[in-house]
Every structure is written in C-alpha cells, then in structure tokens.
C-alpha cells in the first residue's frame, strides 16, 4: 500500500482486527501509511499528532533511525537463534542492560514475546517459585477489578475488565480480585495522586481472610491502570498493599507494560512510587514498539529459589521460541541507547507540570466529569450517552482523528500517553484538538 492510495481500493474482509469493531471500522477505515516523530499521516497525506503513543508503546517516537539499522544489521548477521539450551551474546547483553536501569533488586530478566506472555510468565513463576519454597498450597492468584493483564488466560483471569471476560467463560480456577480504586465522589479532578481511597489496599486482608494466607501465591496490579483509562493509585495506596503482601508471604506484581520505560518520568513506576515488587512485567517501550518483545524483571530471591536440584536440571519448564529474539535484542539495546542519550527515561519528570495544567484546563466542559494525569499519562472522561456506554467516546475520538489527533478511547474516556519526545507546542496541539472535539460532540 502506497502513501497515497485511497481507502476505497482497499480490500477489508480477510483481516479480523484485534479489540475493534470490525463492521463498523471497515465501513469508514481509519488508516495510518507512515509516522515520524510525533506524527503520522494518514493514507490520504494527512498528519496526525499521535497522542497515545501508538498503543503506548513508541515511547522515544516514531521511526528511530537508529532502531532500524540495528534491526537490519542484526537480521543480515544472525536472524534467528534458538534460547533453549542455546544462545546468543545479544540476549544476555540486552538483560544486563535491563539489569542496570531495574529498580534495586529486580535483575533477574525472562524474555517474552508481549505484555500477555510476560503476565503469563510471571504468574507461571509466582506459582513455581511458591512451590519451590515448599508453599505448595499457593496456588491463588489475585487480581484487581478493571485490571488489564492482557489477554492470555491468565492475564485474562486476573484482569477485571469486564468486557475482556464475559465472553470467555473458562477462567482460572480459585482466582479473585481486589476492587479497584476509581473513586469519582472521592477524587475527581484529582491533580496527580487521588487523595482517598489507601484502604482500599486492605481489599488485601479480606482476600486473606476469606480464603486464607496459605491458598495465596500472588497478587497482580497495574501501578497505574491504563487501559481502563488511567487511574492513578491513591496516596499511599501501593506502600500499603505492599505491606500486606509481605506480612502474610504473598508475592506482588506489578504490571508495568504501560508504566516501564519513562512513562511516569522515572524509569519504572515502582521507582515513581518508592516500592518494589517481587516481579514486574514489561513490554511494549522495551522496543520501541518496534519489534515484539516482552520483559519479565524478577528479584533474586524468586530466580534464586528456583534454581534449585541437580545442575543439569531445567529449572523452569517455560519459555517461547522468540524469548530473546535477536531483532527483538538488537532493537531494545538501540532503544534503551537512545533512551539513555536523550535522557527519555526521566524526561516526562520535567513535562508532568506541563502536562497536567494542560489537560485539566478542560475542566468545565460540557460532559467532562473527570480529568486524571500523572507522569506523561493522561485522560479524560466525559459522561455517557443516553445511546450506550462509549458512543459520545467513540463519536469524540473519531473527531480528533478527523481534525488530526490520535488518542485511546476506553468507554468514555479518553486515555493519553504521548510519546517521550513530546515537546509542550504538541501537548498545547493535543488538548486543543481534544477541547474543540469535546465541544462539537457535545
Ligand atoms: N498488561 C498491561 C498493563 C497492558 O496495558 C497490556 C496492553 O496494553 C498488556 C498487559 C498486554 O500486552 P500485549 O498486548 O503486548 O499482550
């Protein structure tokens, strides 16, 4: 497909497309031919200031030169390589690197293939390692309502969106869920971190209480949820769960899909929030969003409780035919090299304030119920429609599109997260379009 060709040469049946509403995109496609930097054009030469990231994921912009040649370079030398029982010098390079910008403790790097597989994997390893330790019991695994842990079934399972279940009857067994912290009476409007919702944590004990310590093996959260629209957690919220899940052996996970690699002007949101977890799950920004690649960080005490019986046995028996891919390699560390030269991990730190007045200078526009934001993260709700949950979302969004602004829309909110390299003339482009939207939907 060229730049320039039209929608309507285009045949749209075959491709089933993944989380749209196949019938009603295919009947107008919205459709992206190139990106660089902030933007991406549209097949009819368009330019669209690419407000989310693309799926939060092109976290240093689009169409990094550096990436490409790496990825080139490395297909042309080694194009696969196999990670069982073999290797390559990239991968273990590439977890060192990991290693280094980790939060303390968290150096011990599996590699997957997306953000599901590093939730699957995690939990895999939460389970192993409780067995290991002799904690064979724990075999429950806790998740949060309007959790996102993608779409494998276990992160399925421990994920709380509705939508992302009710069709998929077969969950795991004996999993259950914490309740969420989205609080509109309590915080809304709330600038950074919501101010009340800290017991909600204690959800924690009463998963304890009702099923007992000795049953649990883990429990699963976003630091900040972002698929179900941004939901910053209260103050003191995460130092709190996790004391509870020290106090009673369970291990904490943080799902850092969305929050690793610079999104909160820290390097992972376990370093925003001052708290470690036992494990944390990464992809997406690990590449760029370039290639497909997943990250799971683990502390030594779990890898090291693993490694256990004679030396020539396989301590975990899991892994992917791409864990460690050479592109996949090859494109985090020219990631994580243009990461570190342009200071991408923590330069969201400078921009937050920006960012933030900016966003909630929508307040007082009609429908706008809440604004959330915290780091280079975002979002904005407006109240449904008589018509349906997400129509006056769906309507908004399809209007930014239309007047040059790509956002996520989750119901009827608005989520963002704009590329690291954003500077505050994009951010003033983005709320612009997003306001003037708000108002001719309205
Ligand atoms: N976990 C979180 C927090 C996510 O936001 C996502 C995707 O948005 C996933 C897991 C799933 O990642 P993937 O789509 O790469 O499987």
Redesign the pocket.
């Known amino acids: 497909m060229t730049l320039h060709q039209k929608p309507n040469t285009l045949q749209t049946d075959s491709f089933w497309m993944p989380f749209t509403a196949n019938r009603q995109f295919k009947k107008a496609p919205r459709l992206f031919a190139s990106a660089e930097g902030m933007h991406y054009t549209t097949v009819d030469g368009r330019k669209v200031i690419d407000g989310s990231a693309g799926?939060?994921c092109v976290n240093a912009g689009h169409g990094r030169r550096q990436i490409a040649t790496a990825v080139e370079r490395q297909l042309m030398n080694l194009d696969f390589a196999p990670s069982f029982n073999m290797g390559h010098p990239l991968a273990f390079d590439f977890a060192e690197r990991l290693a280094e910008i980790a939060p303390k403790g968290l150096d011990r790097i599996f590699f997957t293939n997306?953000?599901?597989?590093s939730?699957d994997t995690a939990l895999k390893i939460a389970l192993a390692y409780q067995r290991a330790i002799g904690q064979g019991t724990r075999t429950r695994l806790i998740g949060r309502e309007r959790g996102?842990?993608?779409?494998g079934f276990g992160?399925m399972s421990v994920g709380g969106m509705v939508a992302n279940r009710r069709a998929f009857a077969t969950h795991l067994p004996g999993v259950d869920h914490i309740r969420h912290t989205h609080d509109l009476g309590r915080n809304a409007f709330a600038k950074d971190i919501p101010e009340h919702g800290a017991e909600l944590a204690d959800d924690l004990e009463r998963m304890v209480a009702l099923h007992g310590a000795d049953t649990i093996a883990a429990v699963i959260v976003?630091p900040v949820p972002?698929?179900t629209a941004v939901l910053p957690p209260p103050k003191g919220y995460l130092k709190r769960l996790r004391e509870i899940a020290d106090k009673h052996g369970i291990l904490l996970i943080f799902?850092e899909?969305?929050t690793g690699f610079g999104r909160l002007g820290t390097p992972f949101a376990a370093d925003y929030f001052g708290v470690t977890p036992d494990m944390m799950?990464t992809?997406?920004g690990i590449t760029n969003g370039t290639v497909p690649c997943?990250a799971v960080f683990a502390s030594r005490k779990i890898h090291d409780g693993l490694m256990n019986g004679p030396e020539g046995t396989i301590e975990l028996f899991h892994g992917y035919t791409y864990s460690a891919h050479p592109t996949a390699c090859a494109a985090g560390l020219a990631t994580l090299d243009i990461y570190k030269d342009e200071g991408l991990l923590t330069r969201g730190a400078s921009l937050a304030e920006y960012w933030r007045d900016a966003l909630h200078s929508l307040k007082g526009l009609p429908n706008v119920v809440d604004i959330r934001n915290i780091g280079l993260m975002g979002a904005v709700e407006v109240a449904p429609r008589k018509d349906g949950v997400g129509a006056r979302g769906y309507d908004v969004m399809v209007d930014c599109f239309n007047r040059g602004l790509y956002l996520r829309m989750s119901g009827d909110s608005f989520a963002m997260s704009p590329p690291l390299i954003v500077e505050k003339s994009h951010i003033d482009d983005i709320v612009s379009i997003l306001g003037d939207a708000i108002k001719r939907v309205a």
């Open positions: 799926l939060w997306s953000g599901s597989e939730v996102y842990h993608g779409v992160g976003e972002g698929s799902d899909v969305i799950t992809a997406k997943g």
